[in-house]
């Protein structure tokens, strides 16, 4: 094995011309495999950080009209209205329902975190002649604090809203309605029983946008949202929970619901996964795509290689009979011509995979901005990240031993076919 392993190596170093291509190729392409790997795990984190933080916690609670809305649905948590809340007629329930969460969230205090019980309704307000459609987010301290130290809503200017009649609005409704801090603004909406209702507000606090879909909150306390929207203390439109292990959220939901549906349905509960499958599948989804357009890509590649492995094949063809007539099995010639091309894989994907690393190391501190388009409202932030799984390589390293065996598969099975007397003249059909 060993001398078959050395002949390989200098047939390698003696077909530079052959050699250089083939790491060339393969230098390339598995350096776009891991990049484009490294751009989908930062996707995945992205998205699912911002969709956790903003959105869903790690187990939603939900009213049953909310729970009852595909999870496929984009806007399942950003687009609300009243008809995803509660029911104020059905009170008796609503009370049940709500004294049964509160005690499962005393039960299981050693795993829960935090609850934030919040108000998400659609509002609009005025400024000028234009009206502005706004998804009022009233927060508990709590869920302002998570969201302000976890940098999901950046605080620009200002302060997060603490006393009744405070709001906090994103830069960019700040600048399109010509507004500053200290002015105040007129929020127009229905209350629980869909009677109309407005109140002033003044603006102490700015935030980035991050995704586009952000720049649409308004955040304000969650008891100034209450004492707006006519609701009792006791209510709200949906829970947050953070857990302070987010594996446990599959099997707490579980249970959490079943406690809920003992009395009645008309609060559910899920965890996160399945809560919102348009956001949590989206980035799985792309990776693999990327993957398998990298696979697709190495594979048309390895088409021309078989071409120039068979002429290097043809020009070897006495040498290769030399070895046959000196005792060398067909096994070892064809392990000769893999070995030789499996050497150039492992050295380009070796050397892909330091740069990769080091194009990884240099943009994770900073991030590549992808400024605020549409592929934020994917993303959920205007910042892309690079990272690289143990999987990854892992994927590589299939992919370089899968490409060299379909590369020398066919001309070195043919190889094998030819009797020593053809590969002596040199005469073979490859």
Not at 94 to 110: G, M, P, Q, Y
Not at 197 to 207: E, L
Not at 288 to 301: D, G, K
């Amino acid at each position: 094995m060993l001398e078959i392993m050395k002949i390989a190596w200098k047939n390698a170093q003696k077909n530079k011309r052959k050699s250089i291509f083939v790491f060339i190729a393969v230098l390339f392409s598995i350096l776009i495999l891991l990049i484009s790997s490294a751009l989908t795990n930062g996707m995945v984190k992205t998205i699912n950080y911002n969709y956790l933080q903003v959105q869903s916690g790690h187990i939603v609670a939900m009213w049953k009209a909310h729970y009852n809305l595909s999870p496929f649905l984009p806007g399942k948590f950003l687009n609300p209205n009243t008809s995803k809340s509660f029911n104020y007629e059905e009170d008796e329930k609503n009370i049940a329902a709500a004294k049964i969460l509160d005690d499962f969230l005393a039960k299981n205090s050693d795993k829960v975190d935090f609850a934030a019980k919040i108000i998400r309704r659609s509002v609009s307000y005025s400024v000028g002649s234009n009206s502005y459609a706004t998804i009022l987010y009233g927060v508990t301290k709590e869920d302002a604090d998570n969201l302000n130290k976890s940098k999901a809503v950046n605080l620009v200017d200002g302060k997060w809203p603490a006393k009744l009649g405070e709001i906090m609005i994103s830069e960019d409704r700040l600048q399109k309605g010509n507004l500053k801090l200290g002015d105040s603004i007129k929020i127009e909406s229905f209350d629980i029983s869909n009677k109309p209702v407005s109140q002033s507000y003044t603006i102490v606090g700015v935030y980035g946008d991050g995704a586009e879909y952000n720049g649409y909150f308004g955040f304000m306390t969650d008891q100034s949202a209450k004492k707006l929207f006519n609701m009792r203390d006791d209510m709200y439109d949906m829970v947050k929970i953070y857990l302070k292990d987010i594996n446990d959220s599959k099997e707490l939901s579980k249970e959490l619901d079943k406690a809920l549906l003992v009395k009645s349905d008309v609060l559910r509960a899920q965890d996160w996964y399945d809560a919102g499958l348009f956001f949590t599948s989206l980035s799985p989804t792309c990776k693999i795509i990327y993957q398998w357009f990298v696979v697709i890509l190495l594979l048309i590649i390895s088409v021309g290689l078989k071409a120039i492995i068979r002429l290097n094949i043809v020009s070897s063809m006495k040498e290769f009979g030399i070895m046959r007539a000196i005792g060398f099995s067909k096994r070892k010639c064809f392990g000769i011509v893999f070995l030789e091309l499996f050497y150039i894989c492992c050295t380009a994907a070796v050397v892909a995979i330091g740069v990769a690393l080091v194009i990884v190391n240099v943009v994770a501190s900073n991030g590549i901005y992808i400024g605020p388009s549409v592929m934020t409202n994917a993303f959920g932030g205007e910042y892309l990240y690079l990272i690289l799984n143990a999987s990854d390589y892992l994927f590589a390293s299939v992919v370089i031993i899968v490409f060299s065996i379909l590369c020398t598969l066919g001309p070195a099975l043919k190889l094998c076919r030819q009797k020593i007397i053809s590969l002596l003249r040199k005469v073979a059909v490859v």
